[in-house]
């Protein structure tokens, strides 16, 4: 979907696109039929084992999936994300070892003058504020400002410890993208990528996933209707 000429660019976008691979699957998670669309793509991958493989041992697995993929939803809609996406292999295995969501995140107001509510800063202002508040993490977080389709953004790295409490059993490679919503100060989306390796979130296949999604954002475009 491309942008209409004759709505100009100075209007916020109504979406977005990626160019996302084949082996990638989006599941909407502002719908109320998130669950049975999670069920069906779990079905699917399942559909497409070996006849020979025993059905009794499948089963447990199929569940055990569902499970922990019904568990990531909730908590991405805890967090108010737009879609997840997982990538889904052609073996027909559901491959958890990563995933990423998108949000939309509208700015708070600020106090300004007498208590009167400030216009909210300018998109570069906020990526400079973004940058030397999150610079106080340390040497764990990695940051860096540009663009994302010509919009201001700013892209976050680290290492988030395991936390049994939450349910994540691993540490895990983080990568976000904020990027400030054309025509919208107050509006920014939010690209947040996760990946556990092969056990270790700064192995080599967490690295190539960290690439790779890099590479995806570069194909991100608006879209406007």
């Not at 100075?10 to 049975?36: F, M, V």
């Not at 079905?43 to 055990?64: H, K, N, Q, W």
């Not at 919503?181 to 996760?194: I, M, N, R, T």
Request: charged share 25%; net charge negative.
């Amino acid at each position: 979907m491309t942008a209409d000429p004759a709505v100009g660019r100075a209007a916020p976008p109504t979406g977005y696109r990626l160019l996302l691979p084949d082996d990638w699957a989006q599941i909407p998670l502002r719908r109320g039929d998130t669950e049975a669309a999670v069920r069906a793509l779990v079905a699917s991958a399942f559909a497409r084992v070996p006849s020979d493989v025993p059905r009794d041992r499948l089963t447990p697995l199929r569940l055990e999936l569902e499970r922990r993929l019904l568990t990531a939803v909730a908590e991405a809609r805890k967090a108010d994300a737009l879609e997840m996406y997982l990538p889904v292999k052609t073996a027909g295995e559901v491959n958890l070892g990563a995933s990423f969501t998108v949000s939309n995140v509208r700015l708070p107001a600020r106090a300004g003058v007498e208590g009167v509510a400030a216009q909210v800063t300018d998109p570069t202002d906020v990526a400079v504020q973004l940058l030397a508040r999150d610079r106080t993490h340390g040497s764990e977080l990695d940051l860096s400002s540009g663009e994302v389709d010509g919009a201001i953004a700013v892209r976050r790295e680290r290492v988030v410890p395991a936390d049994l409490e939450r349910g994540a059993e691993l540490a895990t490679r983080r990568v976000e993208y904020l990027v400030s919503v054309p025509g919208d100060p107050e509006q920014w989306l939010v690209a947040a990528f996760s990946a556990i390796g092969a056990g270790d979130p700064r192995d080599d296949l967490a690295d190539a996933m960290v690439e790779w999604f890099d590479a995806l954002m570069r194909t991100f475009r608006w879209s406007w209707t």
